[in-house]
């Protein structure tokens, strides 16, 4: 077989050597021509998967190493026989150790005490469940919209949107649907701003085009939104640089890349391709993962602002942020590159849980949200 991979994919090589001839190419500009004699694709999000790409291959199976597959023509895969998957939930933590960051970074920067805030998250699979449990850690008050389980549950914990748009924070977690019973869309649009509570602060690590950039650009410069942090930007690679210069914190659609959530994507396109195929799963990446750069925090009293010190020490985010801003000081053409290259050069982040932090004296609370936030405690 001929596998074609991006070249982003950890271990892809390692991983599908069994297969045959593993050739890696710059995902965004993979091409049909490349395609030739090959067997297998796999792509992340940054690749469109449809009839234009695979009309006249022999591609036999894809597979994306993301949650999402909005740039994936599902239809066209399934009627030209093509297996599919996709890798749910395998960025899920990565993803709530950044917004907890980031939560941690807003709540020093505005003086805000996040205790007596509320969070309203706005989509609850894989990653948005992960956020809601770091935001129930750190004392927030939980409002959770997903009309689709809604629907499905008939769980009263499921609320209306207007309850969420009378939240403190909103942070969105949804695909990405144009069409449909739920359109995802620009579902953040300037009627739906226009609707929340006066000082709200804005999270998107969906997809960009969930909020109207331009609307929220508006918000902000009003003063109606207090502060937001985006990872994901309408017409990625490119992105608007006023919207940029306004937002509190900016990245460049890495949310979810923590070196374990890649490996774990990688993990779980191997093992669908060997269900595909019918061959038995031997690859284990374990044995390959690096020790973390932090593995270890001992704390002793006072415990004042202990949570926000260890989740600095594992993630700072003001890193992302400063290297996102470069990209104003850069020729507009150069933008889009430049963000691709982040992405590409993005450096090995390990998630919360490869870290142990040890406490001198016994804090059921300092604990109690260590614990919350995916970090290994332990009282010495």
């Known amino acids: 077989m001929r596998v074609v991979a991006d070249e982003n994919i950890p271990y892809v090589r390692e991983a599908f050597a069994e297969f045959g001839e593993v050739v890696t190419l710059p995902g965004r500009t993979v091409s049909a021509r490349d395609l030739g004699g090959a067997d297998l694709l796999l792509v992340r999000s940054i690749t469109r998967v449809d009839a234009a790409l695979l009309d006249g291959t022999a591609v036999k199976f894809v597979a994306t190493a993301t949650i999402g597959t909005d740039h994936v023509d599902l239809p066209y895969l399934q009627g030209r026989g093509i297996g599919f998957s996709s890798a749910p939930g395998c960025n899920a933590n990565s993803v709530a150790d950044y917004v907890s960051a980031a939560l941690l970074l807003l709540a020093e920067k505005h003086g805000l005490d996040l205790s007596d805030m509320s969070l309203g998250v706005v989509g609850v699979g894989n990653v948005g469940r992960r956020v809601a449990a770091r935001g129930r850690a750190l004392g927030m008050n939980l409002v959770l919209n997903d009309p689709p389980l809604a629907e499905t549950t008939c769980e009263p914990v499921y609320r209306p949107i207007s309850e969420v748009q009378a939240c403190d924070v909103i942070t969105f977690h949804v695909p990405m649907e144009k069409s449909g019973p739920y359109p995802t869309h620009h579902l953040c649009n300037a009627e739906f701003l226009a609707a929340l509570k006066p000082g709200v602060i804005i999270f998107n690590t969906s997809r960009g ?48 890349y923590s070196f374990d959530g890649k490996v774990n994507g990688t993990q779980q396109i191997y093992d669908a391709t060997c269900r595909h195929f019918g061959r038995a799963a031997s690859w284990n990446p374990q044995a390959l993962l690096p020790t973390p750069e932090c593995p270890l925090i001992a704390l002793s009293p006072p415990y004042s602002d202990a949570v926000a010190k260890c989740v600095r020490a594992v993630y700072d985010i003001r890193d992302d942020d400063a290297r996102m801003r470069r990209t104003l000081e850069l020729p507009t053409e150069d933008h889009g590159a430049y963000f691709d290259r982040l992405r590409k050069e993005y450096p090995r982040r390990r998630e919360f849980k490869n870290t142990r932090v040890t406490l001198t004296a016994p804090d059921d609370a300092v604990a109690r949200q260590l614990t919350g936030l995916g970090f290994q405690v332990e009282v010495t």
């Not at 909020?211 to 490119?238: C, K, Q, T």
């Open 209 to 256: 085009a969930v909020i109207d950039n331009i609307a929220l650009l508006d918000a902000l410069n009003s003063g109606h939104v207090r502060a937001a942090v985006l990872d994901v930007w309408e017409g990625e690679p490119n992105v608007n640089a006023d919207l940029l210069a306004k937002v509190d914190l900016a990245s460049p659609h890495i949310a979810g």
